[in-house]
């Protein structure tokens, strides 16, 4: 489904499914699992759900959290790191019980990071798969961290950053040379196997990649392009394709 719409349409839209998911399983006594994106285009769309949250007394009791992607050596109370951006613009501001929310460690300790990235999976299966995916695009055609070459089959692993990856992420992190070389994201298979996905690109700078991931062909040198064959997805742009 292709739709050009204006942002806060979409984030209306995109926050209404998700509650109207949330509270269906709860009426039937059952989770929800969510696959969540860091990055500034999701933020609206966490500032709507703490909204709903808020002022329409939507719960999230019954809300598991798996985040898509983490640098690697940063600790989590490092600003740049996607654990404290979770916590700041979503987990804190929500009822959701903490330890329902994944965000991968990228702490872990070289040489148990191939079993680490195992576990994530494994807990992710355990509650039955992602329910609803949300996705951003880079420049580079990654959605988690797939870089491009990462295979439709990957599973979630420790990856090496593009260049063109670490130079967009090199405001926040005060120059290219702090940015971290490496990342731990779920992997292409895990976010396929999502039962629906939410793609959000928005503005200029994203145009010419998400041009290319859904009208050209199907390469794992452009990872983004796979969400082609994915049955339930949204594309969300505030531009033309
Ligand atoms: C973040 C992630 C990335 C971002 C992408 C776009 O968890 O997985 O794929 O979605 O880099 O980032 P923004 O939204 O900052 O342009």
């Known amino acids: 489904m292709i739709e050009v719409k204006n942002i806060d349409n979409y984030i209306k839209k995109i926050a209404e499914s998700i509650a109207n998911e949330?509270?269906?399983?709860?009426?039937?006594?059952?989770?929800?699992?969510?696959?969540?994106a860091t990055g500034s285009t999701p933020i609206p769309l966490y500032d709507e759900l703490v909204r709903l949250h808020e002022q329409e007394n939507l719960s999230f009791y019954n809300v598991f959290t798996f985040n898509l992607d983490?640098?690697?050596?940063?600790?989590?109370?490092d600003p740049n790191s996607y654990q404290y951006f979770m916590d700041e613009k979503l987990f804190n501001r929500i009822d959701i019980p903490k330890e329902n929310t994944h965000v991968p460690n990228g702490q872990v300790k070289s040489g148990i990071?191939?079993?680490?990235?195992?576990?994530y999976e494994q807990k992710i299966n355990d509650l039955g798969g992602i329910d609803i995916q949300i996705l951003g695009i880079g420049r580079s055609g990654h959605i988690g961290f797939n870089e491009p070459g990462s295979s439709v089959n990957s599973i979630t692993r420790k990856v090496e950053l593009h260049e063109i990856t670490r130079k967009d992420a090199s405001r926040d992190f005060n120059g290219i040379e702090n940015v971290p070389t490496h990342a731990i994201t779920m992997g292409m298979q895990t976010i396929l196997s999502a039962k629906r996905i939410f793609f959000m690109a928005f503005g200029e700078a994203k145009r010419e990649i998400t041009k290319l991931a859904f009208t050209k062909e199907v390469?794992?040198?452009?990872?983004?392009?796979?969400?082609?064959?994915?049955?339930?997805?949204?594309?969300?742009?505030?531009?033309?394709?």
């Open 219 to 241: 390469t794992d040198n452009v990872p983004a392009s796979h969400l082609q064959n994915h049955k339930q997805l949204t594309i969300c742009t505030d531009f033309i394709i």
């Open 70 to 77: 983490e640098y690697c050596g940063l600790d989590k109370s």
């Open 113 to 119: 990071e191939v079993e680490y990235c195992k576990d």
């Open 22 to 36: 949330i509270k269906l399983k709860q009426e039937n006594d059952q989770n929800l699992v969510l696959g969540l």
